[in-house]
C-alpha cells in the first residue's frame, strides 16, 4: 500500500494481503508488503497501537524516491516487522493490522 499522490488514498493493489485466522469468529488480518526494493527512512507506527485508515505507516526510499506507506484499514498494528535503516525487497511483510 502506498501513496499514489491521488487525494491521500491507499492504493490496494499488489500491497498487501489478507490472512483468515482460524474459528468461527474469524478475522483477516491485512498484512502491508513493501511495495518495491527500498530503505526504510522512518517508522510511525507501534505494535499493539491504533491505526486508521489512511495513516501513514512508515516512510522507505525507492528509486531515489520517498514513499509513504499507509494503512489499507483501521485496526490495530499486531505486529511490525521494519525499522529505520533496513532494506527491505518487494513483497517482504511489512507490518500486520488487525481490523
Known amino acids: 500500500m502506498f501513496y499514489r499522490g ?3 488514498r491507499a ?3 499488489p500491497g498487501g494481503s489478507e490472512r ?3 474459528g468461527d469468529d474469524a478475522v483477516a488480518e491485512q498484512v502491508v508488503e513493501a511495495p518495491a526494493r527500498g530503505k526504510i527512512l522512518r517508522v510511525y507506527v507501534e505494535a499493539g497501537k491504533p491505526v486508521a485508515e489512511g495513516d501513514r505507516i512508515c516512510l522507505m526510499e525507492a528509486l531515489k ?3 509513504p ?3 489499507p484499514v483501521s ?3 499486531k505486529a511490525l516487522h ?3 535503516g533496513q532494506s527491505v525487497e518487494a513483497g517482504d511483510p511489512m507490518v500486520v493490522i488487525e481490523p
Open 20 to 22: 483468515q485466522k482460524g
Open 11 to 13: 492504493d490496494s493493489s
Open 75 to 77: 485496526g490495530t498494528v
Open 82 to 84: 521494519v525499522a529505520p
Open 69 to 71: 506507506i499507509v494503512a
Open 6 to 8: 491521488t487525494g491521500g
Open 65 to 67: 524516491m520517498e514513499l
